[in-house]
């Protein structure tokens, strides 16, 4: 009887909490730290050699690039005067082996010696790790705020 018992509990509980949650590989987690390092650095060479030569990255504008067209393009977003800071991370383990999808919210602040102000922007990037390499780069559009929970500005440069 208390088997059934169990059996029906797990069955009524659903997936979630029938069963734990797979964490993103070694591997895949090695991945994802280096490739927010890099971008922190603003080091272009470990941030491209990141990218499988076939990856795929889809811009904040919804344009498909391949590695080496987004490669010359955010080749002039790393620069000194650039900083960035990770705001949130979160991941989960995608269908095959050794792969996994994490999200990265990012605030950068983009300054040009040029410019008189310079304000910060946010963004998402999800990469999808697979082998070892970044697969799939997704972009989100930037953004001039961050809000609270209830849409409120909760801050901004300006």
């Not at 499988?52 to 955010?74: F, M």
């Amino acid at each position: 009887m208390r088997a059934w018992l169990i059996i029906a509990a797990l069955a009524l509980a659903g997936p979630a909490l029938a069963v734990p949650p797979i964490p993103p590989s070694l591997e895949a987690l090695k991945v994802s730290k280096a490739f927010i390092q890099a971008t922190a650095d603003n080091d272009l060479a470990a941030y491209g050699a990141l990218l499988a030569p076939d990856a795929q990255i889809v811009t904040g504008a919804g344009v498909v690039l391949d590695k080496p067209q987004w490669l010359s393009g955010v080749a002039r977003e790393f620069h000194a005067g650039r900083s960035t800071e990770v705001l949130q991370v979160v991941g989960s383990p995608e269908p095959g082996p050794r792969s996994a999808r994490v999200l990265v919210m990012l605030k950068v602040r983009n300054c040009t010696p040029m410019a008189a102000e310079c304000f910060a922007s946010y963004r998402t990037e999800a990469i999808v790790i697979r082998d070892g390499a970044i697969i799939r780069l997704e972009r989100s559009p930037d953004y001039s705020a961050k809000l609270t929970l209830n849409g409120a500005v909760e801050a901004t440069d300006w």
